[in-house]
């Protein structure tokens, strides 16, 4: 959902080897910036999936994996806008 709003190519979902080699396979290795640019998407959704975890386990509460995404997205756009990036339109935001 991430790279569909953000207009990147979506990471490999099937699991690799490890974490080291996904990472890999779903980064561009041509262009150093588009590198930089995913790699920083890919910390913003696995840093939300973690506070999702820590959410369920500590809160008992839960968000749907949409909102999770959405989340994950804001703070792309967040990061974008204060570095002065360019920035794709928002998504509606979830139910």
Known sequence: ?????TGEVAAPTAPSA?????????????DKTARRRMSGHLIYV????????NRRIFN????????????????????????GLPVVGLPPEPD
Do not use: C, G
């Not at 959902?1 to 709003?5: P, R």
């Not at 008992?60 to 570095?83: G, K, N, P």
């Open 1 to 5: 959902m991430v790279a569909t709003w």
């Open 18 to 30: 490890s974490v080291d080699a996904w990472w890999d396979a779903s980064i561009p290795h041509d």
């Open 46 to 53: 696995w840093w939300n999936v973690w506070k999702e975890r």
């Open 60 to 83: 008992l509460t839960r968000l749907t994996y949409v909102e999770v995404a959405y989340l994950a997205f804001e703070e792309i756009t967040q990061r974008s806008l204060s570095f």
